[in-house]
């Protein structure tokens, strides 16, 4: 094989994730060249995680032999809230890091142009340019998860705030003096409809001896119910399960809807491990929901598609996003 010239150069993806840190090499054309995961360990604080972001880079240069003077870019998709413009990380409560400047560190480091851009809006750049939505002038992509993140690209660009990411679907009150959320609100979409949310029900109809199957293979720790495990007890017969959750899935589908009202989006996009689990559940309700409540004219307009791009999105979807940034000469050189 020839190896590609100086000229050709690589992009480099990081996906900082609460528990897992991506970081994947692709070439000019943004095909895969190679990856590397490992924990993020954000406890260990910012210097060292910013350390740890840096070497998991350096070793799959390293590994694949690629050195860093061929790098011409990096794209880094963190939780946020960020600074886009300074290309600072805010905050991150779940790694307990506050303002890291990420984007002039890695700059000195690796001597290319960087950037950071939220977590969700990497996944679903990629999905609309390489996935699920290809072609579409207006992609919404929402990932129920532990939370519920979700993201807009508009004709080829992520639509973002003023200074940060936007599009918290997770946040649209819904339900009012409802449950206290995460983000110190109360009765968020995410407070009925994030997995979190779902499985404090759930566990409470296993403790009452209502959900066996659960049970068996979870018991009532919040922390053993993940995606898998609640679409096992669905197999296996637990019915209030199921039920639990295709009422979290069309909470969810009465917000797009009311995102629809506003964006009438060509496709959206739904994604992440609960989705993944249960992909035919979701896309049912969420269908559901939006026969019901998307305003009579837009009915039908929007296309309802499961993601498929899985745990890779992330990493090429800040790639892209940064190679694009350089192309358009909106980042310096
Ligand atoms: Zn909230």
């Known amino acids: ?165 936007c599009l918290e679907l997770g946040h649209i009150p819904v339900v009012p003096n409802g449950a206290m959320c995460g983000c110190g609100r109360r009765g968020c979409l995410e407070t009925v409809a994030s997995r979190l949310s779902m499985s404090a029900e759930i566990a409470k109809a296993a403790y009452r001896g209502q959900a066996p199957q659960l049970m068996r293979v979870a018991g009532t720790d919040l922390a053993n119910i993940r995606s898998g495990t609640l679409a096992e007890a669905i197999r296996e017969g637990d019915a209030i399960v199921e039920k639990i959750v295709r009422d979290g899935a069309r909470h969810l589908g009465v917000a797009i809807a009311g995102a629809i009202n506003l964006l009438l989006p060509d496709i959206i996009v739904l994604g992440g491990g609960l989705v993944e689990a249960l992909p035919k559940l979701f896309v049912e309700e969420v269908e559901a929901a939006l026969a019901n409540h998307v305003m009579p004219a837009y009915v039908g307009t929007s296309e309802v598609k499961v993601a498929k791009l899985g745990d890779d999105a992330g990493a090429l979807g800040a790639a892209a996003w940064i190679r694009q940034l350089v192309e358009e000469k909106a980042v310096k050189s």
């Open 1 to 165: 094989m020839i190896a590609a010239s100086h000229d050709d150069g690589y992009w480099l993806g990081f996906d900082l994730g609460g528990t897992k840190m991506h970081a994947g090499l692709f070439d000019r054309k943004l095909q895969a060249v190679g990856h590397r995961r490992k924990k993020t360990r954000g406890h260990e604080g910012a210097e060292a995680g910013v350390e740890r972001i840096c070497n998991s880079i350096e070793k799959l240069l390293a590994e694949l032999d690629v050195p860093a003077t061929q790098l011409r870019g990096i794209g880094v998709g963190c939780p946020g809230p960020l600074d886009l413009d300074k290309g600072v990380i805010i905050e991150a409560p779940n790694l307990g890091w506050k303002d890291v400047a990420l984007k002039d560190q890695l700059e000195k480091r690796f001597g290319c142009p960087a950037t950071i851009l939220n977590d969700v809006d990497a996944g679903v750049f990629a999905e609309s340019k390489f996935g699920a939505a290809i072609g579409a002038r207006t992609t919404l992509g929402v990932f129920p998860g532990t939370g519920i993140g979700a993201g807009l690209v508009y004709e080829g660009r992520i639509f973002r705030g003023r200074k940060s990411s």
